[in-house]
Antibody, heavy 119, light 112 residues
Framework: EVQLVESGGGLVKPGGSLRLSCAAS????????MSWVRQAPGKGLEWVGR??????????DYAAPVKGTFTVSRDDSKNTLYLQMNSLKTEDTAVYYC??????????WGQGTLVTVSS | QSALTQPRSVSGSPGQSVTISCTGT?????????VSWYQQHPGKAPKLMIY???KRPSGVPDRFSGSKSGNTASLTISGLQAEDEADYYC????????????FGGGTKLTVL
């Protein structure tokens, strides 16, 4: 059974940093492209960033609002995906979901972790 | 990329069919056959219901179907059931020179 468990969310001040983790199990993590999707309170879904598998180059892509401030990385030895968030703004407040990305879709989702950016 | 356009809400009675539209542009929905649909119940994570416009993942009932015409994709739910009441989001690949994905604003389905 595929499981994705996010952690690391919490309250942070504007301009601060936070690192989210996503522990994966139930599939061969190293072979799968992974992604982060966020949802602001009461709002819709927004793609944040994606990382390819190492065999496909391991490269990353980001949505325009977070490019240059967020970094997606992976540790295949730990089956873990990360999202490093720097220079956080109040508009980054959201539930952040870790997802697998296969067949051009987000096929499995974690339960999400809430990030609140507030002074 | 702008968000895809979905109706804010739709409704139907048990047993009926409803269709949710998702309108994009010739750069996303109209160009790629990479439209997916997600169901989200309150307080829960989204769940993939349709991918590649019309394919269903294992375990998704065949009451759910997807289609596309031009720049508009559609999700049809037939034989509505109470548990279908949820928010539904469409999504399309939208990258030209770089990877990009765009979601719709979401549609609240109410089962009357």
């Amino acid at each position: 059974e595929v499981q994705l468990v996010e952690s690391g969310g919490g309250l942070v001040k504007p301009g601060g940093s936070l690192r989210l983790s996503c522990a994966a199990s139930g599939f061969t993590f190293s072979n799968v492209w992974m992604s982060w999707v966020r949802q602001a309170p009461g709002k819709g879904l927004e793609w944040v960033g994606r990382i390819k598998s190492k065999t496909d180059g391991g490269t990353t892509d980001y949505a325009a609002p977070v490019k240059g401030t967020f970094t997606v990385s992976r540790d295949d030895s730990k089956n873990t995906l990360y999202l490093q968030m720097n220079s956080l703004k109040t508009e980054d407040t959201a539930v952040y979901y870790c997802t697998t990305f296969r067949a051009a879709s987000f096929d499995y989702w974690g339960q999400g972790t809430l990030v609140t950016v507030s002074s | 990329q702008s968000a895809l356009t979905q109706p804010r809400s739709v409704s139907g009675s048990p047993g009926q069919s409803v269709t949710i539209s998702c309108t994009g542009t010739s750069s996303d929905v109209g160009y790629y056959n990479y439209v997916s649909w997600y169901q989200q119940h309150p307080g829960k994570a989204p769940k993939l219901m349709i991918y590649d416009v019309s394919k269903r993942p294992s375990g998704v009932p065949d009451r759910f179907s997807g289609s596309k015409s031009g720049n508009t994709a559609s999700l049809t739910i037939s034989g509505l059931q109470a548990e279908d009441e949820a928010d539904y989001y469409c999504c399309s690949y939208a990258g030209t020179y770089t990877f990009d994905v765009v979601f719709g604003g979401g549609t609240k389905l109410t089962v009357l």
